[in-house]
């Protein structure tokens, strides 16, 4: 297997490290960086319980290998909430409208949200876009749904 | 009906509320505690070698490559882990039935594609997978038994049975049964046949385990109770020498796959005894899709006789299920047959149900295992009502019991005692406006569009501590020196909120906040043996368990207050963290000082009375409780597409008092959902050799955000007969749900004489019920 060097920030911390080219950016995230918020739900891409936010963009860390994370930053669902343990506000919203159950699906469910609200305000329908792209088997999607008009603007929280 | 059973919580502060779910906060910063988290020193990781063919004898396998690959550890086969056998049991099914021998790892032949041959273990799970792909295994194929109909009549799956059929249950001959046929006014008939289905919780299963020193297996295990698992491996392996401590803190789903370990978990387990190094074991989706053991595949065949007035007379029903090769039991769903009569007054009946073993996964319960009564009754009440030309709700009215019909005795010998069936349909009704939805669906007609309205109606049996594991729960709960709380309990939660919702209980029955109660379920060590989640038991078990610990220890703290501010313990009440003595305000203490008193000052208890504050209760709930809720939902079918479109879906239960309502509806939604995903979507399909033919999620498809409609929650809470009147909600709305929406699209489909009984009802086979499609 060929190995490779790279150099990444993860949550704020540079991290340096040789992974082999096969090696995914899920694994990556969960073995080396310890970052274990990272869930691996399918490894095809579907689930989206994996989504990590790279250099500011969504991404499904499943789909993605170590080596192409050279040099990028990542953030993953630990690093969302302030130092001092305030929430961030897609963590409060799914908190307040009961948006999970067993928990397995919902790093990936607030990187997707917070990606998207990042710096914009999409509307609940975009918001409700960008969650079809997570399979929750246990909510019926019902908090989420509530999550997306709040943040949407529709409701107030 | 009975008299209400009382509830004890007069003065609740939690209880009843919207309490936000304690397990979040950890769930949303990434900080859970899943099995694939725990890394041990020296952890090995396993792989499976699969069978790629549904049925053929194993002739030879070639292991030499494997093991000599860089960073395997080890392969072993059924023979190495013969060292400490391990026969797996059967969780379901009676004395009657034929259970094969299961072992973790195949051993002379293969009997569904999937069936683990082998196990590599090696540094990483990438080397693991590269030496699982070295090992060649010779086979000597044979055709596959895959079908129902293969199995009544092809070869013997399992050579050490002689037949297919797992278990054949019956009631008696009935031969005046035909002449209420032959005189009903209106005989009503259907097949009703519901496709494989697989859980897919969104974690898959998953196991670590190492040996502590040499007489303690230490697990960790994504599991439904680590207490069934610490059993489970102690009865499979009976090493008198070994121990078995298992624990789970988080679990991402399991819907009844993980109610107990399975072949490859026993596998990992013997190859951690053989190694001696920690090893893990992560399924992964394509084998969550495949190896995995699934749920549902069945077909019923019912008739229905009514007279003049719709009134039920008699139904007669016969039954088959596919268990698959390894099932987690040899049972037909003898509690379909059960439960078939539901709520209604069914003056008499007839079922016959088998179940037949095949070369496919093996079936296990799945939410509502028994969910095939209420799809077919429902579905066929509502077919009944078309062709009699009776409102469906009216048919339902006709014969559903009531009230004064309480407790009522099933034909099949369960008495249904504080059900609200009638209640929870009227509730509905009203709630919806139907004539505004009539005629809605009527000018959509005329305009070439097809709206539906269905309605069903259920009764669930939760709890089902009648005998055998589900017997009873335990709850350990005990208040620190430092005033804190801890609750160690044999629910067990994934995803199910337990560690919230058993906190409110304990909160309010102490007087302490509940930010000071922790709650432990996650140690098979500590606290005693419960079944966990199944049979949507938790609140009524494991509350029942904690309300009568924590009145316990509130009863000690109480004495002991008594005790030394020299009051009356009737005139003590606990409060806010404070022990109340009323109307002498200044002789106000705490449960703190209490606690400091119990542990660290001992002489100053009452005479006698042992030390610390600590309680314990095993508490056994009534037999059978029961849940029952009515749905109703609106569609909207395009009849050039085949895709259907729920518009809005009602619900109304009653599972008793509500601990925490969120967590109540969030239960009914997640159950809702998957019915959908049941009803349109979800297929596990196999094809004539035995290939299962949807192993991702590009062909498995279950319901996202944008297939779902925005639930309305009604609720009746009418206490059972359990302690805090509770009655379970874990399961029903998968259970009720499926027959609502099958009974809309019916309903939108009439004017084509459609009946929509075959499922699921994709596009495709929605365009062939309207005609347009084979
Ligand atoms: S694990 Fe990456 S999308 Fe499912
Ligand atoms: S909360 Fe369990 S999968 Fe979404």
Redesign the interface.
Known sequence: MSSHAIETIVNGQSISAQV?A??TLA?FL?GTAG??????????G??G?CTVIVDGVAVRSCLMLAVQADGATVA???S??APDGT?HRV?QA???E?G????????GV?MTLAAITQGRSPDAEEI??A???????????????KV?KRLGGEVQA | MNAPADVPLAAARFTGERVPRKEDRRLLTGHGAYVDDVTMAGMVHGMFVRSPIARGRIVAIDVEAARALPGVRAVYTAADLDRHPAKLTGLYGSAESKFPDIWPLAKEDVRHVGDPVAIVLADDRYVAEDGAALVVVEYDDADAVVTIDDAATGAIVHPDLDTNVALMIATPEDPGLEAVFAGAAHVVTGTITHQRQAHVPMETRGIVAALQGSGEMLIHASCQSPHMVARYMDLAFAMPDLHFRVIAKDVGGAFGLKVQPWREEVAIVAAALLIGRPVKWIEDRLENLTASNQAREQDVTVRLAFDADATLLAADIDYRCNLGAYPHGADPNSLAMVMFPGPYKLPRYKFRAQGFYSNTAGQAAYRGPWAMESLARETLLEKAARQIGIDAVELRRRNLITAADQPHTMLTGFVIDRVTPRETLDKLVAHLDTPAFRAEQAAARAAGRYLGLGFAVYVEPTTMAFGGILSSDVADIRIEPTGKVTLTVSTHSQGHGTETTMAQLVADTLGVDIEDVSVMEDDSSRGGFGPGAGGSRQAVSGGGATLIASGKLADKIRAIAAHVLNASPDTISLAGGKVLVAGVAEMTTTVKEIAEIAYYQTERLPEGMEAGLEARHRYRPPPVVYSNAAHACTVEVDVETGMVKILRWVTCEDCGPMINPAVVEGQIAGGVVQGIGGVLYEQISYDARGNPTAVTFKDYLIPTAHDVPELEFLHIATPSASEGGFKGVGEGGAIVGPPTLVNAIADALAPFGADCLTLPLSPPRVLAEIGTRD
């Open positions: 082999e096969r090696h694994d969960r970052c274990t918020g990272v869930h691996v739900g399918c490894e095809h579907v689930c319980a993953t669902a630990e969302l909430a929430l963590q799914m908190k307040d009961y999970l159950q067993c928990g397995f699906c919902t790093p607030v409700k876009d969650l079809s792209g997570h399979l929750c088997r246990c909510t019926g999607y019902q908090g989420m749904l997306a």
